[in-house]
């Protein structure tokens, strides 16, 4: 026999829905077998016992919560239009199919914002043509390997690492936020497998010329004795009611508390060091308490350039301490891409003028393998250039 809790609001406070069907409706979502669904159902006369206050969203989603758990107050949310799972969040362009017959487009640039379009396009039933300056898909989303060949500008350098299969480097992106739903979709459509990567992690080191003797040292260390100094400065403001804006005795106490909590102070709020630091002589069993690591110097945390952004640098509303990249390198999201539209792209080919005609537009462009210039007429031209690249072009 399931035991529910009988809780649920006046049977007149409705807002747009009948609560006491939509709770009914969530647990059996929950609960799976007939059987507990039939005793759901069975407690209704007690779930309309009258709630004395108004039932608002957060009363609401905490009894959902105590009855159903978890998932059904994620399922609640919802419902109720505050939470939109990761696979719903994001849609894309919905294009009819047959809609883009007899209209041809030219895409400039090969990157993935080009091939995309193209992608979506063509299934639609445009005629696209993607126009590549290089010899390769993908613009920033490039991987290099041992004895790949750079060429930049006014130089060219070769990668001079060994040549092995989990041995290489992104010099473009590197990682895949948990945001980016359109791009984690299409490397499920296209099957390219991922894998977590670690994004921050407080065992690594910081390093600066200019501090500490150019010795590297612990994030962990850097980021928490940063806080105990903060902490204890923090502490001593508001013990001395130095803060511009006046507090209350009883947030005055709270206050002492969160800082006493954030910066590991110590009973007189002072920062003597902590062992979120980490330990130089490892713990151990019995008689084995572990030697904490000295405090850092304030004057060279100072000094150092950990600040200025490592520090908070996972706290970016775009980075995690753990986030996705494709197994064997950011460039196989180009490939797979590239196994789409690859067809579609003509590589090697340099863009120099962009007109609009009666009909569309004109591109001219040259062949660089071949410095034979071509121009292609097209309905409609879809620009990625970056701006550093489309100033140059007459447009």
């Not at 894309?92 to 193209?118: D, F, N, W, Y």
């Not at 501090?211 to 403001?237: C, H, S």
């Amino acid at each position: 026999m399931i035991r529910l809790p009988i809780y649920l609001c006046h049977p007149t406070h409705k807002v747009g829905i009948d609560w006491l069907q939509f709770l009914e409706f969530l647990l059996a979502k929950v609960v799976t077998t007939k059987v507990a669904i039939a005793q759901i159902k069975a407690q209704r006369q007690k779930l309309i016992t009258v709630w004395s206050a108004f039932m608002n969203r957060r009363t609401l989603l905490n009894l959902v919560g105590r009855a159903g758990g978890t998932a059904a107050v994620l399922t609640t949310l919802n419902a109720l239009g505050f939470w939109n799972s990761a696979a719903t969040a994001s849609k894309r362009p919905q294009l009819a199919a047959g809609s883009g017959e007899g209209v041809k487009v030219a895409i400039l640039g090969g990157g993935l914002a080009g091939m995309t379009a193209a992608y979506e396009l063509t299934k639609a039933g445009y005629t696209c043509t993607v126009l590549e300056a290089r010899d390769r898909a993908g613009g920033r989303c490039w991987t290099l390997r041992g004895g790949d060949t750079v060429a930049e500008i006014d130089s060219q350098q070769t990668c001079p690492f060994e040549i092995a299969e989990d041995l290489y480097i992104n010099p473009g992106p590197a990682r895949i936020p948990h945001h980016h739903t359109h791009l984690l979709g299409y490397c499920k459509e296209f099957g390219v497998p991922l894998q977590v990567i670690v994004n921050e992690n407080r065992g690594a080191y910081f390093q600066d010329d200019e501090a500490f003797g150019g010795q590297p040292m612990m994030n962990r260390r850097v980021v928490n004795d940063t806080r105990g100094y903060i902490a204890e400065l923090l502490a001593k403001a508001v013990s001395k009611n130095a803060l511009d804006q006046e507090i209350s005795e009883e947030d005055k106490e709270q206050l002492l508390k969160l800082v006493k909590s954030f910066g590991a102070l110590d009973k007189d709020y002072l920062y003597k060091g902590t062992a979120r630091s980490s330990y130089k002589q490892p713990r151990g069993a019995g008689l084995t308490p572990g030697e904490r690591y000295e405090i850092l110097p304030m004057s060279e945390l100072l000094k150092s350039a950990f600040w200025e952004y490592k520090l908070q640098f996972g706290e970016g509303c775009d980075q995690a301490a753990t986030m996705l990249q494709p197994i064997g390198g950011m460039d196989q999201i180009a490939k797979a891409f590239e196994r789409q539209v690859g067809q579609l792209i003509q590589y090697n080919v340099e863009v120099s003028q962009i007109r609009k005609t009666s009909a569309g537009v004109q591109i001219v462009y040259t062949d660089k393998t071949t410095a034979t210039p071509a121009t292609l007429e097209a309905n409609f031209a879809i620009c990625t250039f970056p701006l550093s690249v489309l100033k140059d072009i007459d447009c």
